[in-house]
């Protein structure tokens, strides 16, 4: 006997909607809404489709309507639709995908309503990390860091857009890994924009944000933009601490508080690296191999608790500089360094100077390189915040520059480099107040009024 709580299995075909030449197939869609999430590993939504290689990126596969709930908990009464599409990996080759995507209640009818695809700090492997398990009702996922972001989903809700949601680190959870996470939120807004009962319409300005994990993959999505999508109005893109470097990031926070996060990093990139796997198998002890697959199942802030101050060379047989030391190693870090595709839309960079997690010299350095090849760069180097803080004191200025590339103005040359802390700054408290009216709102389930956070920035 079946679970009545469990989504039923999902057919890829709508026999209601023929095939045709443009499209060959319509997605059928699920309106069970209530019912208990299964983890990704165990939902056939998430699977793919016979022939989809053959379709184009961002072609829906599947899609369904999902009740979102706050740490799982609190219900939310906002539309949500997720949907599954064809997308491409790392190697080029087809794959699928999955974004949930909100819309505003009100839209304005006079114009297209903004999109802006928010690229949540996944970090992990296990997929009680997606955004597309643990921002809805009934999913487990104590340290899953997306199920805090969605008080900052609910802030450009408020702003009046919509919001794509990506599981940027694809079906296996490949944190770190470089070109994937922009193929993955570009088709995301792809599927987005072209599924019609969302009312969104293909000229539609779209944005980009991403904080630390969220905005490394918010970084790709920016680089791979010209090549890859670009039909789409993408007017801007906000990288919060975009860890530049993967390399010097996993050297500097090995064996401190911080250790977990580069041993998830080695855990999902073993995965797509035949020659790093290869290392790791040869070098790891057998202790080191059970904790690496441990880490497999791990939420973000599981892995930080129980691998805090723990030294990778305790993993190993040899010195960990000398691994690391390794041409095939090198390589692979390497391939991981962003800044390969400068973007061609303006950028706005986010850093905090006293970050422990992310080097504010790796920034300069993705500044300059950045702004070296052309791209329009604003750059706010904060000079006393830190990690954890800058993510929401800077919401304020973060949307303030988003609904100005959304209005099309240009970019304020004043604001082009910044340097001024926002903890002195009159508008954020301003802006954390409206945030904490909005984050009221969502603690108890009521509905997200318009209260944009974008005016307060001055």
Not at 172 to 188: N, R
Request: glycine residues 6%.
């Amino acid at each position: 006997m079946s679970d009545p709580t469990e989504d039923p299995p999902i057919s890829p075909h709508d026999s209601a909607a023929p095939a045709s030449p443009e499209r060959p197939f319509a997605a059928r869609h699920e309106t069970h809404a209530g019912r208990r999430p299964r983890l990704p590993r165990d939902d056939d939504f998430y699977s793919s489709t016979d022939g989809f290689e053959d379709l184009a990126p961002g072609t829906v596969l599947r899609s369904r309507d999902v009740q979102l709930a706050f740490l799982g908990l609190v219900p939310q009464p906002v539309r949500a639709v997720q949907l599954n599409y064809r997308t491409t990996d790392l190697r080029g080759d087809p794959m699928v995908a999955v974004t949930t995507v909100l819309v505003p209640d009100h839209p304005d009818d006079d114009r297209p309503t903004p999109i802006v695809s928010y690229q949540c700090a996944i970090d992990a492997v296990t997929g009680r990390c997606f955004p597309s398990y643990a921002l809805r009702r009934g999913a487990k996922a104590i340290g899953a860091l997306p199920q805090l972001e969605f008080l900052l989903i609910s802030a450009l809700l408020a702003e009046g857009w919509a919001v794509s949601v990506p599981d940027h680190e694809g079906p296996k959870g490949l944190w770190g890994l470089p070109f994937e996470p922009g193929y993955v939120a570009l088709d995301g807004i792809r599927a987005a924009l072209s599924f019609a009962p969302l009312g969104l319409r293909p000229d539609a300005p779209v944005g980009l944000w991403g904080y630390s994990g969220g905005g490394l993959a918010t970084a790709w999505a920016a680089e791979m933009y010209d090549a890859h999508a670009p039909e789409l109005n993408l007017v801007g893109a906000v990288l919060g601490s975009p860890v530049g470097d993967l390399g010097n990031t996993y050297t500097r926070l090995n064996g401190t508080f911080w250790s977990g996060l580069p041993a998830l990093v080695v855990s999902a990139l073993r995965h797509v690296y035949p020659e790093l796997d290869r290392i790791i198998d040869a070098h790891a002890t057998e202790s080191g191999r059970v904790k690496l697959a441990r880490l497999q199942s791990m939420t973000t802030v599981e892995a930080v608790v129980r691998f805090m101050f723990t030294d990778m060379d305790a993993f190993l047989d040899t010195p960990l500089d000398e691994v690391l030391a390794l041409p095939e190693v090198r390589r692979v870090f390497d391939s991981l360094r962003l800044g390969q595709s400068p973007p061609t839309v303006p950028v706005l960079l986010v850093q905090a100077c006293n970050d422990r997690i992310v080097a504010v010299d790796d920034i300069d350095a993705l500044a300059r390189t950045y702004a070296a090849a052309g791209t329009d760069v604003t750059y706010h180097r904060d000079r006393f915040s830190e990690h954890m803080l800058m993510h929401p004191m800077s919401a304020p200025t973060a949307l303030r520059w988003l609904r100005d590339r959304m209005d099309g103005r240009p970019v304020d040359e004043r604001r082009r480099r910044t340097a001024w802390p926002t903890l002195l700054n009159p508008s954020t408290y301003l802006g954390v107040v409206r945030l904490a009216s909005i984050s009221a709102k969502v603690f108890s389930g009521r509905p997200i009024p318009r209260r944009k956070l974008s005016e307060l920035d001055r």
